[in-house]
């Protein structure tokens, strides 16, 4: 089935730097891709939904590109801020079953002044 | 409001207790999960269902058994819990007729067993 990596686990970026985090996955015909977002203690929050049509999408502060032939979904943050810091997971929705997702591992990003 | 709400948020219980988690969303949504967070594993998917009495097994069902009666709610049991099922578990509810799972989650429930 499906398996999602994501990298890197633990990220620490100094204030107004970019923030990269990537994600391989397995099947070739996965189409639908998820970001989300974890504040402390808190629940997940969608940040974006990505469709396989599209390789370039931006969201405020933040752009998630997908490279289909090398099956990598990536979430740059650009001019991170302490607001930013959080556990990041992307998502993959397998062909094989559309109400699934398959999640990679996390990414705590910390954004430090 | 749409949300996805648990019960209860902490839990502390002894081995070989039994365990209920409760899970409620006003979306009416058809499909609902329940996860478990473990630290450097992600989200693995406990359990998934499609509708009321509409039941499968995710990737971890061991040692769990689910109950959905009513479609807004979803209840997650533990019967005699071990140690290793110490874990944040959150339930998510997506509408069924989407072609894609966009999931919604709840704030999670904090299961400690000692």
């Known amino acids: 089935g499906e398996q999602v990596e994501q990298r890197p686990p633990h990220l620490s970026v100094r204030e107004g730097d970019s923030a990269v985090i990537t994600c391989t996955y397995t099947?070739?015909?996965?189409?639908?891709f998820f970001w989300y977002k974890q504040e402390p203690g808190a629940s997940l929050q969608l940040l974006m939904k990505?469709?396989?049509?599209?390789e370039i999408n931006e969201g405020q502060g933040f752009t998630v590109l997908l490279n289909k032939k090398d099956k990598r979904l990536s979430l740059n943050l650009t001019a991170a801020h302490p607001g930013d810091s959080a556990a990041y997971f992307c998502?993959?929705?397998?062909?094989?079953?559309?109400?699934?997702?398959?999640f990679g591992q996390g990414t705590s990003l910390s954004v430090v002044p | 409001d749409m949300k996805v709400t648990q019960m209860p948020r902490y839990l502390i219980k002894r081995m070989g207790e039994n365990v209920l988690l409760e899970c409620g969303q006003d979306m009416s949504h058809e499909t609902m999960y329940w996860y478990r967070q473990d630290p450097g594993l992600g989200l693995q998917l406990i359990y998934i269902?499609?509708?009321?009495?509409?039941?499968s097994e995710g990737d971890i069902p061991k040692g769990y058994r689910v109950s959905r009666k009513k479609r807004e709610h979803f209840s997650l049991i533990l019967d005699s819990a071990k140690t290793n099922q110490t874990s944040v578990y959150f339930c998510?509810?997506?509408?069924?007729?989407?072609?894609?799972?966009?999931?919604?989650f709840g704030p999670g429930t904090r299961l400690t067993v000692l």
């Open positions: 990505v469709f396989s049509s599209t």
């Open positions: 998510a509810s997506s509408l069924r007729d989407r072609n894609y799972a966009e999931q919604f």
């Open positions: 269902s499609y509708d009321v009495d509409s039941n």
């Open positions: 998502a993959v929705s397998p062909s094989s079953s559309f109400s699934k997702l398959v």
């Open positions: 099947d070739p015909n996965s189409y639908y």
